[in-house]
């Protein structure tokens, strides 16, 4: 089944521990993103990948590294995580990059930090 | 999640009803535009995209509408069921160097049974 694949999807963390959100797609698509989506502010790009060892910034980057290893695999990494990051995460991927297609969204993982 | 519906504006409709959601697009340069269905708990699913060289385009019991006069999009569902019950959101591609997709805030829509 195609899918894209977070981890984990509900976690409760402390400020300043470090934690990784793992996300896999299996589509073998090039494209790759990160988004927070918070009540009245929608959804947010943190972090895109158009391909392997190619990554860029979004409209909300800050407190937030990502690498790209891998074509299946996009981690999202909180170095030292806020409270402000207590949000709802996705991870989509898409076969086009930049946008230019169907974008298909992992089911979220929900982070809150005390 | 559940609090994605927060401080949205929410269409309700009877169940059979055709429903009508609208979104006003920002950049008069966006060449791509696409419909989001987010049901409780989990994440976006793609509905419809349609060009900027079309104003109309119809799928399964939907149908987008795009006016690049106004830039405005509307997503017409007909005979809304009560599994159409989720939040709706546009998404624009201005074709920017990122060349990514901008989301609107979205609209909840609520089916009466």
């Known amino acids: 089944e195609a899918q894209v694949t977070q981890n984990p999807r509900y976690l409760i963390t402390v400020t300043g521990k470090k934690l990784t959100v793992t996300c896999s797609q299996n589509?073998?698509?090039?494209?790759m993103s990160w988004y927070r989506q918070d009540p009245g502010l929608g959804l947010r790009q943190i972090y895109y990948?158009?391909?392997?060892?190619?990554?860029d910034k979004g409209d909300v980057p800050e407190g937030y590294k990502v690498s790209r290893k891998e074509k299946r695999n996009f981690p999202l990494i909180l170095e030292s995580p806020s409270p402000n990051q207590t949000s709802l995460y996705f991870c989509?991927?898409?076969?086009?990059?930049?946008?230019?297609?169907?974008?298909?969204f992992g089911e979220g993982s929900r982070l809150t930090v005390l | 999640g559940e609090s994605v519906g927060l401080h949205l504006p929410t269409l309700s409709v009877q169940e059979g009803d055709n429903s009508i959601i609208n979104c006003a697009y920002s950049?008069?340069?966006?060449?791509?535009f696409i419909w989001y269905k987010q049901e409780s708990g989990k994440g976006p699913q793609f509905i419809i995209d349609i060009r900027s060289n079309m104003d109309k385009r119809q799928g399964q019991r939907v149908t987008v509408l795009l006016n690049k006069t106004v830039k405005h999009l509307s997503l017409q569902i007909a005979a809304t069921q009560p599994g159409d019950s989720a939040v709706y959101f546009c998404?624009?591609?201005?074709?920017?160097?990122?060349?990514?997709?901008?989301f609107g805030k979205g609209t909840k829509l609520s089916v009466k049974p």
């Open positions: 589509m073998n698509h090039e494209y």
């Open positions: 998404a624009e591609n201005y074709g920017g160097s990122q060349g990514n997709l901008i």
């Open positions: 989509a991927s898409s076969i086009l990059a930049g946008g230019n297609g169907e974008l298909f």
């Open positions: 990948s158009m391909n392997v060892e190619v990554t």
């Open positions: 950049n008069s340069a966006s060449d791509y």
